[in-house]
């Protein structure tokens, strides 16, 4: 899609993105640092985000599906990819043709493992993920501390002993170091097998446990994994908006569904072709009256912060510019959804959700630029 005939434009920086995973790599103490590059790497695209990694040294990915991991196979021929969410009954075959390695997170998904690996007589590799306090998926703490017992792991390589922070984005949460002595208790018990438990915000604990491996996720994307403090990564995504139609409405009008937001005195809105069928979510809608939009979602028009009037739509999105200067605003501009102050984490706050989601959803009807990932 030309830029100029879509709503709304995508920007990505790749060498953001590569910056990031060393940043990352250059505080996980040592530890190998792989990337977590499920939905769609954060919604900016596996095609993309995996080869510049690969180019920056990641040697070693996670998705969440088996079909994510196929894509990432496709463009790294040589790493070392992991799948999360577990070992579905009947997919170990997809698994050996396409070299990939399950996270398995019970005994039955274990044994079906062992015994595809028994029948084929290749010791393939896989991770164990054990539940440390997520409690989703994964063995329990008890059953982690028999699997040196179970004879199923004599028939495949355990490349990878796994769990998963609870809160690790909470610094001083207690959970922290309770899940940390379970997971140090298990891994006491398979001497020599690479240990992994830090995932973005993990990193930057005090307790530092890196272990042998760190899989960052929502920080190479440029989310803050230390809430508390300045955010150690550089963003990544940008998203720009046209203006398709400028109006001003007069006191005591509604724009937008149901006319949950009210004008106290004439107003010009500009209206955006970018929806929630965009992936920007609809509880960014301003409701109440003019000047009441405190957690609102916001625009940046000619380095102005703007708010959102009225409910987002499913392709459009209304914003009050009444205090732009006209000059400056004019059908066909693009204004700033995602960029500046507007981080992910700062829309996602005023949507009332998280930077995870904003990414994730980030929709396929924008036009998509690329800067940089060559070195």
């Excluded at 954060?42 to 969440?64: D, N, S």
């Excluded at 021929?77 to 009954?89: E, K, Q, S």
């Excluded at 170990?92 to 062992?114: K, R």
């Excluded at 792991?153 to 002595?181: C, G, P, W, Y």
């Amino acid at each position: 899609m030309p830029e100029n005939a879509a709503g709304g434009v995508l920007h990505i920086d790749l060498d953001a993105l590569a910056s990031n995973w060393r940043t990352l790599r250059d505080n996980a103490g040592g530890a190998e640092t792989a990337a977590v590059v499920k939905a769609n790497a954060y919604g900016i695209g596996i095609e993309k985000a995996v080869p510049a990694l690969a180019r920056a040294g990641c040697r070693t990915f996670f998705v969440a599906h088996l079909s994510e991991a196929i894509r990432v196979r496709a463009v790294a021929p040589d790493a070392t990819i992991y799948v999360l969410n577990g070992l579905f009954a009947g997919t170990c075959p997809t698994y050996a043709e396409f070299d990939l390695c399950p996270v398995l997170g019970s005994f039955e998904e274990i044994e079906e493992w062992a015994g595809f690996c028994r029948a084929e007589g290749q010791k393939r590799k896989a991770a164990i993920h054990v539940d440390t306090g997520m409690n989703r998926l994964g063995l329990t703490v008890p059953q982690g501390l028999t699997l040196k017992d179970r004879a199923e792991l004599k028939d495949f390589e355990t490349s990878l002993l796994m769990s998963h922070f609870v809160s690790a984005e909470e610094s001083d949460n207690l959970l922290n170091r309770q899940q940390i002595e379970a997971f140090q208790a298990v891994r006491a018990t398979l001497p020599g097998i690479a240990a992994s438990l830090a995932n973005s915000s993990g990193i930057f604990l005090k307790e530092k446990p890196h272990f042998d491996l760190a899989r960052p996720g929502y920080a190479l994307y440029g989310g803050n994994p230390t809430p508390d403090r300045d955010n150690p990564t550089k963003p990544v995504v940008g998203l720009e908006a046209r203006i398709v139609q400028l109006r001003w409405v007069e006191a005591d009008h509604s724009v937008g569904y149901n006319g949950r937001w009210l004008a106290l005195e004439k107003r010009r809105i500009a209206t955006l072709s970018v929806g929630y069928a965009d992936g920007y979510p609809r509880a960014a809608s301003a409701r109440g009256k003019s000047g009441d939009e405190l957690l609102s979602g916001m625009a940046l028009v000619a380095g102005r912060t703007c708010p959102f009037a009225g409910n987002v739509s499913m392709d459009l999105i209304t914003i009050d510019v009444t205090d732009v200067p006209e000059n400056q605003v004019q059908r066909g501009d693009t204004v700033t959804l995602i960029g500046g102050d507007l981080t992910v984490d700062e829309v996602g706050r005023r949507a009332g959700t998280i930077g995870y989601e904003i990414l994730t959803n980030l929709g396929s009807r924008y036009a998509r630029t690329y800067r940089g990932g060559q070195g």
